[in-house]
Protein backbone atom coordinates (compact mmCIF):
# COMPACT_ATOMS: atom_id res chain seq x y z
CA UNK A 1 0.00 0.00 0.00
CA UNK A 2 1.08 3.35 -0.62
CA UNK A 3 2.23 5.78 1.95
CA UNK A 4 -0.81 7.97 3.24
CA UNK A 5 0.70 11.14 1.57
CA UNK A 6 -0.21 9.98 -1.88
CA UNK A 7 -3.30 10.60 -2.10
CA UNK A 8 -5.66 13.73 -0.53
CA UNK A 9 -8.79 14.61 0.65
CA UNK A 10 -9.44 18.26 -0.79
CA UNK A 11 -13.31 17.51 0.26
CA UNK A 12 -14.60 17.27 2.55
CA UNK A 13 -12.71 19.03 5.34
CA UNK A 14 -12.44 19.03 8.86
CA UNK A 15 -15.12 20.37 10.67
CA UNK A 16 -17.31 20.75 7.83
CA UNK A 17 -20.96 20.48 8.52
CA UNK A 18 -23.30 19.28 5.51
CA UNK A 19 -27.08 20.19 5.66
CA UNK A 20 -29.35 17.20 6.52
CA UNK A 21 -31.80 16.35 4.40
CA UNK A 22 -36.03 15.02 5.29
CA UNK A 23 -34.30 11.41 5.99
CA UNK A 24 -31.93 12.74 8.40
CA UNK A 25 -29.11 12.00 6.05
CA UNK A 26 -26.90 13.74 3.58
CA UNK A 27 -24.76 13.63 0.45
CA UNK A 28 -20.89 14.06 1.04
CA UNK A 29 -18.74 14.90 -1.92
CA UNK A 30 -15.73 13.38 -2.34
CA UNK A 31 -13.10 15.29 -3.77
CA UNK A 32 -9.58 13.42 -3.90
CA UNK A 33 -5.89 14.05 -5.66
CA UNK A 34 -3.04 11.86 -6.56
CA UNK A 35 0.55 13.26 -5.46
CA UNK A 36 1.89 10.02 -5.22
CA UNK A 37 2.65 7.55 -8.37
CA UNK A 38 0.07 4.53 -8.79
CA UNK A 39 1.16 1.40 -10.55
CA UNK A 40 1.89 1.65 -14.50
CA UNK A 41 -0.69 -1.19 -14.92
CA UNK A 42 -3.09 -0.84 -12.16
CA UNK A 43 -6.60 -0.70 -13.18
CA UNK A 44 -8.75 1.14 -10.05
CA UNK A 45 -11.43 2.00 -8.23
CA UNK A 46 -12.41 4.41 -5.05
CA UNK A 47 -13.67 2.89 -2.11
CA UNK A 48 -15.85 5.57 0.35
CA UNK A 49 -17.12 4.03 3.92
CA UNK A 50 -18.12 6.37 7.30
CA UNK A 51 -16.65 5.49 10.53
CA UNK A 52 -18.88 7.03 13.44
CA UNK A 53 -18.84 7.06 16.88
CA UNK A 54 -19.88 3.71 17.97
CA UNK A 55 -19.74 2.01 14.37
CA UNK A 56 -17.94 1.33 11.67
CA UNK A 57 -19.56 1.26 7.92
CA UNK A 58 -18.84 -1.01 5.15
CA UNK A 59 -16.44 0.16 2.29
CA UNK A 60 -19.04 1.77 -0.89
CA UNK A 61 -17.66 2.03 -4.29
CA UNK A 62 -17.65 5.29 -5.74
CA UNK A 63 -16.06 5.08 -9.07
CA UNK A 64 -13.21 4.44 -11.34
CA UNK A 65 -9.91 6.38 -10.84
CA UNK A 66 -8.03 7.86 -13.92
CA UNK A 67 -5.76 10.96 -13.81
CA UNK A 68 -4.58 12.34 -10.96
CA UNK A 69 -7.89 13.23 -9.42
CA UNK A 70 -11.24 12.32 -8.14
CA UNK A 71 -15.01 13.32 -7.71
CA UNK A 72 -17.64 11.20 -6.55
CA UNK A 73 -20.00 11.09 -3.58
CA UNK A 74 -21.07 9.14 -0.69
CA UNK A 75 -25.02 8.75 -0.32
CA UNK A 76 -27.05 8.71 3.10
CA UNK A 77 -24.46 9.78 5.78
CA UNK A 78 -26.57 9.73 8.97
CA UNK A 79 -26.82 12.77 11.02
CA UNK A 80 -23.69 13.19 13.45
CA UNK A 81 -20.06 13.05 13.52
CA UNK A 82 -18.11 10.85 11.37
CA UNK A 83 -14.63 9.91 10.16
CA UNK A 84 -14.89 9.69 6.42
CA UNK A 85 -12.04 7.48 4.75
CA UNK A 86 -11.51 6.65 1.63
CA UNK A 87 -8.99 4.38 -0.37
CA UNK A 88 -7.96 3.01 -3.65
CA UNK A 89 -7.80 -0.55 -4.88
CA UNK A 90 -6.92 -2.14 -7.88
CA UNK A 91 -9.96 -3.73 -9.59
CA UNK A 92 -7.76 -6.59 -10.79
CA UNK A 93 -7.15 -8.53 -7.50
CA UNK A 94 -8.62 -6.00 -5.42
CA UNK A 95 -5.65 -4.76 -3.54
CA UNK A 96 -5.58 -1.66 -1.57
CA UNK A 97 -3.13 0.57 -2.99
CA UNK A 98 -3.80 3.83 -0.75
CA UNK A 99 -6.17 5.23 2.11
CA UNK A 100 -6.57 8.13 3.99
CA UNK A 101 -9.35 10.06 5.68
CA UNK A 102 -10.64 12.84 7.52
CA UNK A 103 -11.88 13.94 10.20
CA UNK A 104 -14.81 15.22 11.92
CA UNK A 105 -17.18 15.90 9.68
CA UNK A 106 -20.57 16.52 10.62
CA UNK A 107 -23.96 16.11 9.27
CA UNK A 108 -26.25 18.30 10.95
CA UNK A 109 -28.20 22.29 10.00
CA UNK A 110 -26.79 24.68 8.41
CA UNK A 111 -27.77 28.62 9.45
CA UNK A 112 -26.61 31.71 8.02
CA UNK A 113 -25.77 34.34 9.97
CA UNK A 114 -26.46 37.86 7.92
CA UNK A 115 -27.64 41.13 9.08
CA UNK A 116 -24.85 44.24 10.25
CA UNK A 117 -22.68 44.93 12.70
CA UNK A 118 -24.75 43.73 15.65
CA UNK A 119 -24.62 40.15 13.48
CA UNK A 120 -21.02 40.47 13.24
CA UNK A 121 -20.87 40.84 16.79
CA UNK A 122 -18.51 43.86 18.87
CA UNK A 123 -19.17 42.11 22.27
CA UNK A 124 -15.57 42.18 24.30
CA UNK A 125 -13.93 39.32 23.85
CA UNK A 126 -13.08 38.52 27.52
CA UNK A 127 -15.96 36.77 28.45
CA UNK A 128 -17.01 34.39 25.25
CA UNK A 129 -17.95 31.26 25.56
CA UNK A 130 -15.47 28.37 24.71
CA UNK A 131 -15.66 26.05 21.10
CA UNK A 132 -17.40 23.21 21.21
CA UNK A 133 -16.61 20.35 18.36
CA UNK A 134 -20.01 19.86 17.29
CA UNK A 135 -20.36 23.88 16.54
CA UNK A 136 -18.31 24.51 13.26
CA UNK A 137 -18.14 27.78 11.67
CA UNK A 138 -17.92 28.75 7.44
CA UNK A 139 -15.68 31.90 7.70
CA UNK A 140 -15.47 34.24 5.60
CA UNK A 141 -12.05 33.16 3.95
CA UNK A 142 -14.38 29.85 2.65
CA UNK A 143 -12.49 27.71 5.47
CA UNK A 144 -14.22 25.60 7.94
CA UNK A 145 -13.19 25.60 11.53
CA UNK A 146 -14.39 24.79 15.13
CA UNK A 147 -16.55 28.04 15.76
CA UNK A 148 -14.71 30.16 17.71
CA UNK A 149 -15.02 34.07 18.63
CA UNK A 150 -14.64 36.31 16.65
CA UNK A 151 -16.71 35.05 13.60
CA UNK A 152 -16.62 37.90 11.46
CA UNK A 153 -13.28 38.37 10.06
CA UNK A 154 -14.18 40.65 6.97
CA UNK A 155 -10.69 41.39 5.54
CA UNK A 156 -10.20 37.82 5.70
CA UNK A 157 -13.07 37.38 2.93
CA UNK A 158 -12.92 35.97 -0.42
CA UNK A 159 -15.62 38.50 -1.53
CA UNK A 160 -14.40 41.66 -2.51
CA UNK A 161 -17.74 43.10 -1.30
CA UNK A 162 -16.34 42.48 2.45
CA UNK A 163 -12.68 43.97 2.32
CA UNK A 164 -12.47 47.06 3.91
CA UNK A 165 -8.72 48.20 3.07
CA UNK A 166 -6.38 48.52 -0.32
CA UNK A 167 -5.63 45.58 -2.19
CA UNK A 168 -1.87 46.42 -0.82
CA UNK A 169 -2.24 46.88 2.37
CA UNK A 170 -4.68 43.99 3.24
CA UNK A 171 -1.97 41.25 4.61
CA UNK A 172 -0.50 43.79 6.90
CA UNK A 173 -3.75 45.05 8.22
CA UNK A 174 -4.81 41.28 8.10
CA UNK A 175 -2.02 40.53 10.59
CA UNK A 176 -2.74 43.62 13.05
CA UNK A 177 -6.39 42.30 13.60
CA UNK A 178 -5.52 39.15 14.24
CA UNK A 179 -2.71 40.30 16.97
CA UNK A 180 -4.38 43.08 18.30
CA UNK A 181 -8.51 42.35 18.21
CA UNK A 182 -10.25 42.71 21.46
CA UNK A 183 -13.73 42.70 19.97
CA UNK A 184 -15.62 40.13 18.15
CA UNK A 185 -18.14 38.18 20.76
CA UNK A 186 -21.44 37.48 19.13
CA UNK A 187 -24.55 35.44 18.94
CA UNK A 188 -23.75 32.72 16.92
CA UNK A 189 -22.21 30.18 19.23
CA UNK A 190 -24.49 30.69 21.77
CA UNK A 191 -27.60 30.30 19.44
CA UNK A 192 -26.09 26.43 18.44
CA UNK A 193 -25.37 25.44 21.40
CA UNK A 194 -28.86 26.20 22.59
CA UNK A 195 -30.04 24.00 19.46
CA UNK A 196 -27.92 21.41 19.78
CA UNK A 197 -28.93 21.07 23.60
CA UNK A 198 -32.19 20.45 22.33
CA UNK A 199 -32.31 18.48 19.06
CA UNK A 200 -28.64 16.72 19.42
CA UNK A 201 -27.45 17.65 16.45
CA UNK A 202 -24.45 19.35 14.47
CA UNK A 203 -25.01 23.01 13.90
CA UNK A 204 -22.86 24.87 11.27
CA UNK A 205 -23.00 28.48 11.09
CA UNK A 206 -22.63 30.66 7.79
CA UNK A 207 -20.89 33.75 8.11
CA UNK A 208 -22.34 36.31 5.84
CA UNK A 209 -23.09 39.86 7.73
CA UNK A 210 -21.03 43.34 7.26
CA UNK A 211 -21.12 46.48 9.72
CA UNK A 212 -23.20 49.04 8.43
CA UNK A 213 -25.19 47.84 5.85
CA UNK A 214 -28.41 48.66 4.75
CA UNK A 215 -31.03 47.02 3.15
CA UNK A 216 -30.07 49.13 0.00
CA UNK A 217 -26.48 47.34 0.61
CA UNK A 218 -28.20 43.80 0.49
CA UNK A 219 -30.33 44.49 -2.70
CA UNK A 220 -31.53 41.10 -3.84
CA UNK A 221 -31.63 42.49 -7.00
CA UNK A 222 -27.63 42.52 -7.19
CA UNK A 223 -27.24 38.83 -7.00
CA UNK A 224 -25.71 38.54 -9.96
CA UNK A 225 -22.69 40.74 -9.02
CA UNK A 226 -21.65 37.57 -6.94
CA UNK A 227 -18.86 38.03 -4.29
CA UNK A 228 -18.77 41.75 -5.44
CA UNK A 229 -22.56 42.42 -3.55
CA UNK A 230 -23.52 41.46 -0.11
CA UNK A 231 -26.51 39.06 -1.47
CA UNK A 232 -24.30 37.84 -4.20
CA UNK A 233 -21.82 36.93 -1.63
CA UNK A 234 -24.37 35.04 0.64
CA UNK A 235 -25.91 32.71 -1.88
CA UNK A 236 -22.57 32.17 -3.62
CA UNK A 237 -21.41 30.82 0.19
CA UNK A 238 -24.68 28.80 0.55
CA UNK A 239 -24.58 27.42 -3.03
CA UNK A 240 -21.04 26.40 -2.58
CA UNK A 241 -22.10 24.68 0.35
CA UNK A 242 -24.48 22.64 -1.42
CA UNK A 243 -27.43 25.38 -1.64
CA UNK A 244 -29.62 23.72 1.61
CA UNK A 245 -29.42 25.59 4.79
CA UNK A 246 -31.87 24.90 8.04
CA UNK A 247 -32.86 28.60 8.11
CA UNK A 248 -31.83 32.02 8.67
CA UNK A 249 -30.53 34.56 11.74
CA UNK A 250 -30.83 38.42 11.14
CA UNK A 251 -29.94 40.99 12.79
CA UNK A 252 -30.46 44.49 10.89
CA UNK A 253 -32.05 48.12 10.78
CA UNK A 254 -30.22 50.74 12.66
CA UNK A 255 -28.86 51.98 9.15
CA UNK A 256 -32.47 52.37 7.67
CA UNK A 257 -33.49 54.74 10.43
CA UNK A 258 -33.49 57.44 8.21
CA UNK A 259 -36.20 59.51 6.49
CA UNK A 260 -35.76 58.46 3.04
CA UNK A 261 -35.63 54.45 4.17
CA UNK A 262 -37.35 54.00 7.61
CA UNK A 263 -40.50 54.73 5.66
CA UNK A 264 -39.75 51.77 2.91
CA UNK A 265 -38.61 49.49 5.41
CA UNK A 266 -41.71 47.35 6.14
CA UNK A 267 -42.09 46.90 2.20
CA UNK A 268 -38.31 45.98 1.50
CA UNK A 269 -37.64 43.28 3.89
CA UNK A 270 -40.93 41.43 2.73
CA UNK A 271 -39.29 41.94 -0.54
CA UNK A 272 -35.90 40.29 0.27
CA UNK A 273 -37.55 37.45 2.81
CA UNK A 274 -39.41 36.45 -0.31
CA UNK A 275 -36.29 36.63 -2.74
CA UNK A 276 -34.02 34.55 -0.22
CA UNK A 277 -36.52 31.52 0.02
CA UNK A 278 -37.02 32.10 -3.59
CA UNK A 279 -33.27 31.61 -4.46
CA UNK A 280 -32.80 28.77 -2.05
CA UNK A 281 -35.88 27.03 -3.21
CA UNK A 282 -37.12 26.39 0.52
CA UNK A 283 -40.71 28.71 0.38
CA UNK A 284 -40.88 27.91 4.47
CA UNK A 285 -37.69 28.86 4.87
CA UNK A 286 -37.56 30.04 9.09
CA UNK A 287 -36.43 33.43 9.82
CA UNK A 288 -35.49 34.75 12.89
CA UNK A 289 -34.48 37.86 13.48
CA UNK A 290 -34.19 40.63 16.01
CA UNK A 291 -35.77 43.81 16.68
CA UNK A 292 -33.50 46.85 17.38
CA UNK A 293 -32.46 47.69 20.66
CA UNK A 294 -31.83 50.82 22.61
CA UNK A 295 -29.32 53.63 21.32
CA UNK A 296 -27.38 55.85 23.97
CA UNK A 297 -28.06 59.08 22.74
CA UNK A 298 -29.77 61.58 25.39
CA UNK A 299 -30.31 64.62 23.64
CA UNK A 300 -30.85 65.48 19.95
CA UNK A 301 -28.51 65.60 17.66
CA UNK A 302 -28.16 65.70 13.90
CA UNK A 303 -25.64 63.23 13.53
CA UNK A 304 -28.24 60.58 14.99
CA UNK A 305 -32.05 59.88 13.20
CA UNK A 306 -34.98 61.05 15.03
CA UNK A 307 -35.94 58.85 17.87
CA UNK A 308 -39.52 58.36 16.03
CA UNK A 309 -37.82 57.02 12.57
CA UNK A 310 -35.61 54.61 14.84
CA UNK A 311 -39.36 53.64 16.41
CA UNK A 312 -41.30 53.01 13.46
CA UNK A 313 -38.61 50.65 12.12
CA UNK A 314 -39.12 48.52 15.43
CA UNK A 315 -43.15 48.50 14.88
CA UNK A 316 -42.12 47.68 11.36
CA UNK A 317 -40.12 44.68 12.69
CA UNK A 318 -43.02 43.52 14.62
CA UNK A 319 -45.54 43.71 11.88
CA UNK A 320 -43.28 41.36 10.16
CA UNK A 321 -43.65 38.47 12.26
CA UNK A 322 -46.97 38.75 11.16
CA UNK A 323 -46.74 39.21 8.08
CA UNK A 324 -44.47 36.60 6.93
CA UNK A 325 -45.21 33.00 7.63
CA UNK A 326 -42.35 30.65 9.48
CA UNK A 327 -40.91 33.43 11.00
CA UNK A 328 -40.25 35.04 14.76
CA UNK A 329 -39.03 38.40 16.09
CA UNK A 330 -36.75 38.37 19.10
CA UNK A 331 -36.75 41.45 21.40
CA UNK A 332 -33.52 43.13 22.61
CA UNK A 333 -35.06 46.05 24.00
CA UNK A 334 -33.88 45.25 27.26
CA UNK A 335 -29.96 45.12 26.25
CA UNK A 336 -26.68 46.36 27.78
CA UNK A 337 -24.01 48.00 24.79
CA UNK A 338 -20.70 47.55 24.52
CA UNK A 339 -21.16 51.42 23.24
CA UNK A 340 -23.55 53.55 22.27
CA UNK A 341 -25.44 51.17 19.81
CA UNK A 342 -24.01 47.71 19.72
CA UNK A 343 -24.71 44.95 21.89
CA UNK A 344 -22.00 43.67 25.11
CA UNK A 345 -20.89 39.80 24.90
CA UNK A 346 -23.78 38.86 28.30
CA UNK A 347 -26.47 40.36 26.16
CA UNK A 348 -25.84 39.01 22.44
CA UNK A 349 -25.53 35.76 24.35
CA UNK A 350 -28.75 36.28 25.60
CA UNK A 351 -30.10 37.09 21.97
CA UNK A 352 -28.47 34.04 20.71
CA UNK A 353 -30.15 31.93 23.33
CA UNK A 354 -33.78 33.91 21.86
CA UNK A 355 -33.13 33.15 18.60
CA UNK A 356 -32.47 29.65 19.59
CA UNK A 357 -35.74 29.25 21.54
CA UNK A 358 -37.30 30.34 18.35
CA UNK A 359 -35.88 28.06 15.98
CA UNK A 360 -36.75 25.68 18.03
CA UNK A 361 -40.23 26.87 17.99
CA UNK A 362 -40.66 27.14 13.92
CA UNK A 363 -38.22 25.13 12.40
CA UNK A 364 -38.08 22.18 14.79
CA UNK A 365 -41.07 22.05 16.55
CA UNK A 366 -39.94 21.91 19.22
CA UNK A 367 -41.14 24.43 21.65
CA UNK A 368 -39.37 25.41 24.73
CA UNK A 369 -40.50 28.38 25.19
CA UNK A 370 -43.22 30.67 23.59
CA UNK A 371 -42.36 33.95 21.67
CA UNK A 372 -42.56 36.27 25.02
CA UNK A 373 -44.72 39.02 25.16
CA UNK A 374 -46.82 40.55 22.31
CA UNK A 375 -49.57 43.00 22.84
CA UNK A 376 -52.94 42.10 21.95
CA UNK A 377 -56.30 43.31 23.13
CA UNK A 378 -56.23 46.95 24.43
CA UNK A 379 -59.42 47.83 26.11
CA UNK A 380 -60.73 50.81 28.25
CA UNK A 381 -62.94 51.09 30.99
CA UNK A 382 -66.28 53.09 30.31
CA UNK A 383 -64.54 56.14 31.76
CA UNK A 384 -61.63 55.84 29.83
CA UNK A 385 -59.88 55.99 32.94
CA UNK A 386 -58.02 52.70 32.90
CA UNK A 387 -56.91 50.65 30.05
CA UNK A 388 -55.86 47.49 29.88
CA UNK A 389 -53.69 45.54 27.54
CA UNK A 390 -53.20 41.84 27.37
CA UNK A 391 -50.55 40.42 26.09
CA UNK A 392 -49.88 36.76 24.02
CA UNK A 393 -46.92 34.86 24.09
CA UNK A 394 -46.05 34.63 27.49
CA UNK A 395 -43.73 32.01 28.83
CA UNK A 396 -45.76 31.07 32.50
CA UNK A 397 -46.83 34.39 33.82
CA UNK A 398 -45.21 37.88 33.78
CA UNK A 399 -42.29 38.64 36.58
CA UNK A 400 -43.19 40.74 39.62
CA UNK A 401 -41.70 44.34 39.38
CA UNK A 402 -42.82 47.83 41.57
CA UNK A 403 -43.46 50.27 39.29
CA UNK A 404 -44.48 49.32 35.52
CA UNK A 405 -41.97 51.22 33.12
CA UNK A 406 -42.08 51.83 29.17
CA UNK A 407 -45.38 53.10 28.40
CA UNK A 408 -46.57 55.64 26.95
CA UNK A 409 -49.91 57.61 26.75
CA UNK A 410 -49.99 60.63 24.06
CA UNK A 411 -52.40 63.27 22.44
CA UNK A 412 -51.01 65.80 20.17
CA UNK A 413 -47.55 64.92 20.82
CA UNK A 414 -48.84 66.12 25.11
CA UNK A 415 -47.48 62.93 27.10
CA UNK A 416 -50.44 62.49 29.78
CA UNK A 417 -49.62 61.14 33.31
CA UNK A 418 -50.33 57.47 33.72
CA UNK A 419 -49.11 54.85 36.54
CA UNK A 420 -49.23 51.25 35.11
CA UNK A 421 -48.93 47.66 36.95
CA UNK A 422 -49.07 44.03 36.46
CA UNK A 423 -52.73 42.80 36.81
CA UNK A 424 -53.42 40.01 39.73
CA UNK A 425 -52.61 37.36 37.52
CA UNK A 426 -49.73 38.65 35.87
CA UNK A 427 -50.63 38.15 32.32
CA UNK A 428 -51.81 42.18 31.61
CA UNK A 429 -51.03 45.66 32.00
CA UNK A 430 -53.09 47.94 33.64
CA UNK A 431 -52.50 51.72 32.68
CA UNK A 432 -54.27 54.20 35.17
CA UNK A 433 -55.05 57.83 34.54
CA UNK A 434 -56.29 60.74 36.62
CA UNK A 435 -58.65 62.17 34.14
CA UNK A 436 -60.58 60.10 31.14
CA UNK A 437 -58.77 60.34 28.15
CA UNK A 438 -59.59 61.62 24.75
CA UNK A 439 -60.22 59.61 22.03
CA UNK A 440 -57.70 59.07 19.14
CA UNK A 441 -55.01 59.04 22.02
CA UNK A 442 -51.69 57.18 21.07
CA UNK A 443 -50.15 54.18 22.99
CA UNK A 444 -46.38 52.98 22.90
CA UNK A 445 -44.06 50.91 24.97
CA UNK A 446 -40.32 50.81 24.49
CA UNK A 447 -40.30 54.35 22.42
CA UNK A 448 -37.39 56.75 22.69
CA UNK A 449 -34.15 55.57 21.88
CA UNK A 450 -32.95 54.11 25.39
CA UNK A 451 -36.42 53.93 26.92
CA UNK A 452 -36.70 52.35 31.00
CA UNK A 453 -38.68 48.89 30.49
CA UNK A 454 -39.01 46.00 32.68
CA UNK A 455 -41.85 44.16 31.54
CA UNK A 456 -40.70 40.42 31.33
CA UNK A 457 -42.16 36.83 31.19
CA UNK A 458 -40.42 33.91 32.99
CA UNK A 459 -37.71 32.97 30.48
CA UNK A 460 -36.83 37.03 31.12
CA UNK A 461 -37.94 37.56 27.68
CA UNK A 462 -39.26 41.58 27.44
CA UNK A 463 -42.30 42.69 25.77
CA UNK A 464 -41.58 43.64 22.82
CA UNK A 465 -41.47 47.39 21.28
CA UNK A 466 -44.40 48.14 20.11
CA UNK A 467 -46.96 51.54 18.66
CA UNK A 468 -47.88 54.35 18.97
CA UNK A 469 -51.20 52.66 18.42
CA UNK A 470 -54.77 54.35 18.35
CA UNK A 471 -56.74 54.11 21.58
Known amino acids: MNNLQDLKIIEPVPHQVF ?7 AVIPIKLVLTGVLPASSSSRVEGRIVGTSSVGAWKPLGPIEGDSFSGSLTNVPVGEHLVEVRIVSWTDDAELARCYVTPVFVGDLWILAGQSNMDGVGKLGQIQLPETGISCFYLG ?3 EIATDPLCWLLESVDPINREVPEAELSQAILEQRQFRQHGAG ?3 P ?7 HVNVPIGLIVCSHSGTSMAHWDYRLADKGGRSFYGAMLRRVNKLGGKVKGCLWYQGESDTNAETAPQYYETMVAWVAA ?8 QLPFIFAQLSVFYVLEPDARWPDSALWNRVQADQLALEHALPFTAMVPTIDAGLADIIHLDTESLQQVGQRMAWQALRIAYGNPIAESGPRPDVIRWNEERTELTIALTGINGRLTEVGRVCGFRVEKENQRLPLTAELTEERRRIRLRFEQSVPADSWLSHGAGFNPVVNVKDEFGIPLVVFGPVPV
Open 142 to 144: DRW
Open 187 to 189: LGI
Open 276 to 283: LRKDLNDP
Open 19 to 25: QREELDE
Open 191 to 197: FAKEVRK
